[in-house]
Structure formats: structure tokens, C-alpha cells
């Protein structure tokens, strides 16, 4: 199996993917701070779901809709973990591998993700990793279970630029836990603020 994770510091509505993965809590969209990454037509429209009760951001609540011509993305996928002040790793990490099954599900290898620095900065380089190396190891146990969903995973993580440290210590982790597991082959990569693709690193 491999597995290409890349950090960059471009907006999640730019990235040219399957789908656009988003974890967002209920607080965040209502203060409009979330989801962050897209055009300004597309957050109000998702903000607009949610005073309406569409899609209400509760825990475990999906939501997946069709890309537009504003996003590159050819869908967007929607993960509620319900109130901010309930999320914690395990509830998180619960919802992390729902949204593995779901994109099986649905064929997508090829992920935007946008994890917003719930529990502040000093906790971000750690939040990333853990949550990243959940998706690939339950999409890995899919993979084993003989589903058809192919023997690569590319995930893209669009991280403020104010994160770069944190972005490079997770990535740091994860080639570091990566190494570790034999039947993966992984690349893992942060992108300059400015410049693309700078610092790569094969494991």
C-alpha cells in the first residue's frame, strides 16, 4: 500500500482532488470562522444548511455534496463532531475512521482535508498525526478486507500558513511512525508557504 501525505498552505476550495474532506464542529460554522479554505459563496451556502437545520453539524452527521465550478474538489464531504467543547480523541478518532469507510464507499483515493486546530496551537503537530495515521490505518484494514478501493492513498492537509512549524512536526511524526509499518510505503511532503513541494522526504 502507499500512502502520499502532503501539508500545504494553499485553501482547500484550490486543491484539485476527489474530495474535499472537512471535520467542523458546530460553533465554528455558526461564528462563520468554518469551513475555512472555501469561496465565500460556498461557506455562506453551508452556514445557510445549517441555521436551516439541513445539515446541523451534530456528531456523526454527514453531508456530501457535489463540487461546484468555485472549488476544484468533485465533492465535498462534510464530518459534524456536534459542539466544540465535546470533541475530545477518542469522539474524533471515531469520526476519522467513519469518514475512511465513507470515502471507500464512495472509490475516493485522492483526499483534501482540512482539520482545524481544535485545541489551539501546542496541540496542532499532535492532532494532525494522530488523526492522519487513524484515516491510514483504517483505510489500510478496508484494503485488507479485499475491497475494491485500490493500493494508494493520497491525502492533502490545507493548513493555515501561520502553522508551518506544527505542520513540519507532524510530518516529522508521521515519517517516524510510518517507517514502522512494513506493508506501507509512504511519502510525506510540506510544502514551502511560497514554494510548493520544497521539503520532501520518501519513508
Known sequence: MTIDIRFTFRPLGSLWCQVGLIFICKELVESGQ????????????????????????????????????????????????????????PRLADQVRTSARVLACIGA????????????????????TDTCLTLVR?????????????????LVYAVDPTFLEEAEEAATRLRKALSKEQALRSSIIVEGVESPGIQAQEG
Not at 39 to 44: E, F, G, H, R, V
Not at 58 to 87: H, M, P, T, Y
Not at 110 to 125: E, L, N, S, T
Not at 138 to 154: D, F, P, T, V
Open 138 to 154: 483504517e483505510w489500510g484494514g478496508i484494503e485488507r478486507k479485499g475491497a475494491a478501493i485500490g493500493s494508494e492513498l493520497k
Open 34 to 89: 468554518e469551513p475555512s479554505g472555501l469561496d465565500q459563496k460556498t461557506s455562506a451556502y453551508l452556514q445557510n444548511l445549517a441555521r436551516q437545520g439541513f445539515w446541523r453539524c451534530e456528531e456523526g452527521e454527514e453531508l456530501l455534496l457535489a463540487g461546484e465550478e468555485r472549488i476544484r474538489a468533485q465533492k465535498l464531504l462534510l464530518i459534524g463532531l456536534g459542539s466544540c467543547d465535546n470533541v475530545n480523541s
Open 109 to 128: 483515493n485522492d483526499i483534501g482535508v482540512r482539520m482545524p486546530p481544535f485545541w489551539g496551537r501546542d496541540a496542532y503537530a499532535e492532532l494532525l
